[in-house]
């Protein structure tokens, strides 16, 4: 059983940078590929960055982001990270970290094995 719990979000203004983080426990965190998503209000959850597992040698993030957000993770640390930048309005949501042992499960967004419980991101204009 892993039990993530995500910390660093708040109240930003738009153009301020922010470092999530999703400290994992009671699993090899190494083992687990690893996703950020949010949902904002009335939207549906949606994968803004995802890292493999060992190290993290492939990473994904859809267009809507990229450019903007950095996932990484420390192993050693068992923390995975989510640098964001030039954040606005539209970014506000819950993020929430996710793990699996399935890379293609975390693209996917289906049959999850983990997740926490989310951090609260709010940028104001």
């Known amino acids: 059983q892993v039990h993530l719990v995500e910390s660093g979000g708040g109240l930003v203004q738009a153009g301020d940078s922010l470092r999530l983080s999703c400290a994992a426990s009671?699993?090899?965190?190494?083992?687990?590929?690893m996703g950020w998503f949010r949902q904002a209000p009335g939207k549906e959850r949606e994968l803004i960055a995802a890292i493999s597992r060992g190290g993290g040698s492939t990473k994904y993030y859809p267009d809507s982001v990229k450019g903007r957000l950095t996932i990484d993770r420390d192993d050693s640390e068992n923390t995975l990270y989510l640098q964001m930048s030039k954040l606005n309005p539209d970014d506000t949501a819950i993020y929430s970290c996710a793990a699996d042992f399935s890379y293609g499960s975390i693209i996917s967004g289906v049959d999850i094995a983990y997740w926490g419980q989310g951090t609260q991101v709010t940028v104001s204009s």
């Open positions: 009671g699993g090899e965190f190494r083992l687990y590929s």
